[in-house]
């Protein structure tokens, strides 16, 4: 691991975060670090981003995302602005590059929470200011380092720990999976036929992995793959866009969802996580959900910190 001293030292000013796998492990460790750090002490950091305007579009819903980011830049003595895709001319037809030059002179930074991985990527490219990914169907980046900071405070290690994801191989399962390698610790993916991680992000995490010296292991068998599970991880069957599938993801999922049974496959004291939102009775069950393995509202707090992190890192003066 490396020192909070040297975490401190990373410069990643004025670049964007689209993907954890953008960056090196080391700017990933140092990411949480110092985003401990900056939950222990929040006062130090109160004017690290003093009027600095942070612009959050949102094109799709969100709760977490939104708030957890414009109270991290109050917080750093900033700004947050929230914009809703339908009420900007964006809705109307006006190009992501248009929107991403024009706002470049008003503001600081962009988070964005938008479909397609490629829009994000054309918004960054045309922005001359830092572009967040605030997820897309392809990542959720910032979910992940809020993930990573509750495993290091909970373990306070990554190497020697295994993550298992049960579910649909979405955004947050592709981040999860690049944070977990990068940082060095176990992760099984499992997930049912026809829903896997997509074969390239399953070919980075193999090769990340064999770097780092972490097992990486795929099966469509949640028994098998919460066996020596430190946590255990899920997300909803139907994401944001798929609601047409949803029927039919039901009934696909039905073998996948945690519950006290899985769980009790796992280590003795194995955690239970959720990005978040949940559907008790679905991916995971209310005891699970409510139970007192459940870290899930201490992630959700992590989004903030973890965020902080990353806003301060990429727009200090
Ligand atoms: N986990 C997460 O991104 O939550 P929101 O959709 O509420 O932002
Ligand atoms: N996979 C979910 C995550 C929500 C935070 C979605 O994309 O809707």
Redesign the pocket.
Known sequence: MLTIEKAKEINIKGKDMLKLIDFSKDTIEALVLLADDMKKNKEKYASALQGQLLGMIFEK??????VSFEAAMIQLGGHAMFMSSNDLQLGRGETIEDTGKVLSGYLDGIMIRTHSHSRIEALAEAATIPVING?TDLY?PC?ALADLLTVYELKGKFKGVKMAYVGDGNNVAHSLMMGAVMTGMDFALTTPAGYEALPEMKEIAQKISAETGSTLTFTEDPEEAVKGADFIYTDVWTSMGQEEEAAKRLKDFEVYQVNEELMALAEADCKFMH???AHRGEEVTADVMDGEASVVFQQAEN?MHAQKAVLYTLMKK
């Open positions: 819903h969100s709760t977490r995302t939104r997820l959720h979910q990005c978040l939102p989004r």
